[in-house]
């Protein structure tokens, strides 16, 4: 993944996020990025080792940035992997994921990401979104 595009927002309950791109690819890499940084409390350290298909691939971009951090919450939590790029096609899309090195534990359990305010947009050549996480 580039370097990363996002910046963490003051909110009550829930963790906010603002995140951009240069396209939509990049937007919801950087997407996962900030769930994983998130919840992990530093950026993610791992080499990719394997690649897995999201299905199903929703055709809308908000159904897509939701869908794409959910499974990398669900890989982290339940697979112990950790989602280190991102991929979508006309055929679908992948998160690539490598191992959660051994002793490190995420800080805090995100059980979300949420279409609340999420609006993603492109202004002046670049996307952007305000990506809401249920924690």
Not at 98 to 103: R, V, Y
Request: a positive charge; hydrophobic letters at 45%; aromatic letters at 6%.
């Amino acid at each position: 993944m580039s370097r990363p595009r996002f910046r963490t927002l003051a909110h009550g309950a829930d963790l906010r996020v603002a995140i951009w791109g240069d396209n939509e690819r990049e937007l919801i890499c950087n997407a996962v990025l900030a769930a994983m940084t998130l919840a992990l409390g530093t950026k993610p350290q791992a080499a990719g080792r394997r690649r897995f298909a999201i299905r199903p691939w929703p055709q809308d971009l908000p159904s897509q940035l939701v869908r794409a951090v959910n499974e990398a919450l669900f890989a982290l939590y339940v697979r112990h992997e950790i989602a280190t790029d991102f991929e979508a096609n006309a055929a679908g899309a992948t998160l690539e994921v490598g191992p959660l090195p051994a002793g490190t534990m995420p800080e805090i359990e995100v059980k979300a990401a949420t279409y609340h305010d999420l609006r993603p947009r492109r202004r002046g050549g670049r996307f952007g979104a305000m990506l809401t996480l249920d924690v």
